[in-house]
């Protein structure tokens, strides 16, 4: 089936301009999550959501980034007035369920190559 | 926040080699797994563990569940060239929402 599907796989834009990458979880993954790599480090979690709970935003760096979830569905991260801290690669995961006691292994997509010149 | 250390950052080894990488966390964890991810990829379950002890193996790799709840080891056997890739651990912690935090990743180059 298909899987973790993020748009665009590559984003070149200008500093200072706003950016939005989007996601499209696995049909039927109860949680959403966004993780952010720069190069040769290790995923830096940003936001999760699960279900209708409200989303866990500790991991957002600043005012600048913001996530909805429409319909439990399709994730959008937004960007505003990028910073070149901003380069990196933003990945996206989907699992079937998590939670407090217990997560599904994450399904993670190809990610957003985002470059802030 | 919760870290997670993960060691050792870089390997490389001789083809045919075992390896072996681990990591620790300060707070308990509710589940542990095992990440790869190529070069411009996401990152690949390899296995997932969600008891205290728990030994899983898939195919050459084993990984555990530490009996404390605040590690975790995953070995390769007989390592071959495309095992060359970054491997994460990842956690669940008891004391949060149900996030997944990684660690920073082992690097490995298998040397054919």
Known sequence: ???????????????????????????????????RQSLGQGLEF????????????????????????????????????????????????SSLRSGVYYNSPLHFGNGTRLTVT | GQQLNQSPQSMFIQEGEDVSMNCTSSSIFNTWLWYKQDPGEGPVLLIALYKAGELTSNGRLTAQFGITRKDSFLNISASIPSDVGIYFCAGQSSSNTGKLIFGQGTTLQVKP
């Open chain 1, 46 to 93: 940003l936001i999760y959501f699960q279900g209708n709970s409200a989303p866990d935003k500790s991991g957002l760096p600043s005012d600048r980034f913001s996530a909805e979830r429409t319909g439990g569905s399709v994730s959008t991260l937004t960007i505003q007035r990028t910073q070149q801290e901003d380069s990196a690669v933003y990945l996206c995961a």
């Open chain 1, 1 to 35: 089936g298909a899987g973790v599907s993020q748009s665009p796989s590559n984003k070149v834009t200008e500093k200072g301009k706003d950016v939005e990458l989007r996601c499209d979880p696995i049909s039927g993954h109860t949680a959403l999550y966004w993780y």
